[in-house]
């Protein structure tokens, strides 16, 4: 069954002033190579775990996960918005959704509770990334969603479980300032650049195989489109990834793709030359 995610990308597009504007006072991230690395090495402790994205293959053999997915999504992006989370928390209870959808058994094709899984990876990534004055309280999860704040809690237990207890997330948001530093060269863009990366990034969401990417390659993709006037060649992009410290490894061919698809479906919104 194919998911429409026109209606949950708007929103996701359409949050609260409060919050967009809150989000564009903060930088997330830093712009040193030491933070990169650092990144990687949590991105490293992730997969030692086996909790990287497996959910692009995994539902090939289960494909009624995509509706699973879609779900849990639904209610994050539609549960967030009102509370006037940060797109980083969204994108992460997103993050925790697929790797939950990735990791956990399969007894039969069928899992119940899609609406409290989106709504209880929202509660743990507001924990990990909203400022405790701004967290909402347990019976805003109530009222908002008509679940239980128990259940919601027992939920959220349930995925920590599931994870081992390693929480930890990466997503391409967080590399964004580093590659605006590198890639945006025109500063009169900068503003723009910056903005519209979240929004490319925003927009992978619905996209299983692109969530299933590492951040650092969705990160540099997104920046490169958005940091440039011109469509970028296969060439250019390698001069770019190249000019970047060679131990990284970043797999060229991953980014080049990235950003094609980042294109196809971003161009309508983008200040960008198409000829």
């Not at 990287?52 to 918005?81: D, K, M």
């Not at 060649?233 to 060229?252: M, V």
Request: aromatic share 8%; net charge negative; glycine share 4%.
């Amino acid at each position: 069954m194919a998911q429409d995610w026109g209606g949950i990308l708007r929103s996701v597009q359409g949050f609260a002033a409060k919050q967009i504007l809150a989000e564009e006072k903060t930088d997330i991230g830093e712009d040193n190579e030491d933070y990169v690395e650092n990144m990687f090495r949590t991105e490293e402790t992730i997969a030692n775990a086996g909790l990287t994205n497996q959910l692009s293959s995994r539902t090939t053999q289960h494909p009624w996960l995509l509706e699973v997915r879609h779900t849990a999504i639904h209610h994050i992006v539609h549960t967030g918005g009102p509370f006037g989370v940060k797109k980083v928390t969204i994108y992460t209870a997103v993050v925790y959704v697929d790797r939950f959808l990735s990791s956990m058994p399969i007894q039969n094709e069928r899992f119940d509770v899609a609406k409290l899984l989106g709504v209880a990876c929202l509660y743990l990534a507001v924990e990990q990334l909203e400022e405790n004055e701004d967290q909402p309280d347990l019976s805003d999860y109530e009222s908002c969603t008509k679940c239980s704040g128990r259940i919601i809690t027992k939920m959220r237990n349930c995925v920590v479980k599931q994870f081992r207890r390693i929480v930890t997330f990466v997503t391409p948001i967080q590399f964004i300032r580093y590659f605006l530093s590198r890639f945006c060269r025109d500063l009169s863009r900068t503003m723009y650049a910056k903005s519209i990366t979240v929004e490319i990034i925003m927009s992978t969401l619905g996209d299983v195989r692109l969530m299933s990417l590492r951040a650092f390659v969705v990160g540099a993709a997104a920046t490169l489109l958005a940091s440039n006037s011109n469509i970028l060649t296969h060439e250019l992009i390698r001069d770019e990834i190249n000019a970047l410290p060679q131990n990284w490894l970043i797999p060229l061919d991953e980014v080049c793709s990235c950003y094609n698809r980042l294109l196809e479906t971003n161009r309508h919104k983008l200040q960008i030359n198409l000829n």
